[in-house]
């Protein structure tokens, strides 16, 4: 089984900046970043394919930057002019087939376990 592995997350200011890994043990076609708030649903933020081609949630759009690197099986997700708001932890998602929505969780087979980000005022 693919094994996913984040790093990176931890406590940063209004403004700041962040980014987040995801290392794989195995190959993957889509790989992608979600959080989930306290007491919120999962929600989608962006996605990365290793055929080409990215696509971010509006939520994000503009502030985040998915990148991947398949010879190393990583993908990460920088993240510009953080706000309180984006307080949550962040998890990485992978397929190893492609997928029709890839916005959904239940679309994706393999997780981590989670990096905490906490954006203070």
């Known amino acids: 089984q693919v094994q996913l592995v984040e790093s990176g997350g931890g406590l940063v200011q209004a403004g700041g900046s962040l980014r987040l890994s995801c290392a794989s043990s195995?190959?993957?076609?889509?790989m992608a970043w979600f959080r989930q708030a306290s007491g919120k649903e999962r929600e989608f933020l962006a996605v990365?394919?290793?055929?080409?081609?990215?696509a971010y949630a509006d939520s994000v759009k503009g502030r985040f930057t998915i990148s991947r690197d398949n010879a190393k099986n990583t993908v990460y997700l920088e993240m510009n002019s953080l706000k309180p708001e984006d307080t949550a932890v962040y998890y990485c998602?992978?397929?190893?087939?492609?997928?029709?929505?890839?916005?959904?969780?239940?679309?994706?087979?393999?997780w981590g376990q989670g990096t905490q980000v906490t954006v203070s005022s």
């Open positions: 998602a992978a397929r190893t087939l492609p997928i029709r929505d890839a916005t959904i969780p239940r679309s994706y087979d393999y």
């Open positions: 990365s394919w290793s055929v080409g081609g990215t």
């Open positions: 195995g190959r993957t076609f889509n």
